[in-house]
Nanobody, 126 residues
Framework: EVQLQASGGGLVQAGGALRLACAAS????????VGWFRQIPGKGREAISY????????WYADSVKGRFTTSYDNADNTIYLQMNSLKPEDTAVYYC???????????????????WGQGTQVTVSS
């Protein structure tokens, strides 16, 4: 069973940076895709980024492309989201996620198995 534990959220000024971490256990690197979503209260969930462990495929939403970087550290089984040049509109609860369908959930296509972290708040002040 995959388990995810997110951390690293907080308050930052616009233009600043934060790094989120998501400790993962139970992943199979041959089939797992790891990444991040965010949700603003009252709005739908937004797919941010994913990284397919088997072949290194990276995908970013246009809203974060060039500012955010997703990575995975095999040594400590942790998914990272480095967020630079943060904007007030990046304020949201951020969730790490894993699927075994090559990132289908990031494209709103259901997957037979997907897993979610508990969410961490990021607040960007103007």
């Amino acid at each position: 069973e995959v388990q995810l534990q997110a951390s690293g959220g907080g308050l930052v000024q616009a233009g600043g940076a934060l790094r989120l971490a998501c400790a993962a256990s139970g992943l199979r690197s041959d089939i797992a895709t790891v990444g991040w979503f965010r949700q603003i209260p009252g709005k739908g969930r937004e797919a941010i980024s994913y990284f397919t462990l088997s072949d290194g495929t990276l995908w970013y939403a246009d809203s974060v492309k060039g500012r955010f970087t997703t990575s995975y550290d095999n040594a400590d089984n942790t998914i990272y989201l480095q967020m630079n040049s943060l904007k007030p509109e990046d304020t949201a609860v951020y969730y790490c996620a894993v699927d075994i369908c090559y990132g289908s959930i990031w494209h709103d296509i259901p997957c037979v198995n997907d897993y979610w972290g508990q969410g961490t708040q990021v607040t960007v002040s103007s």
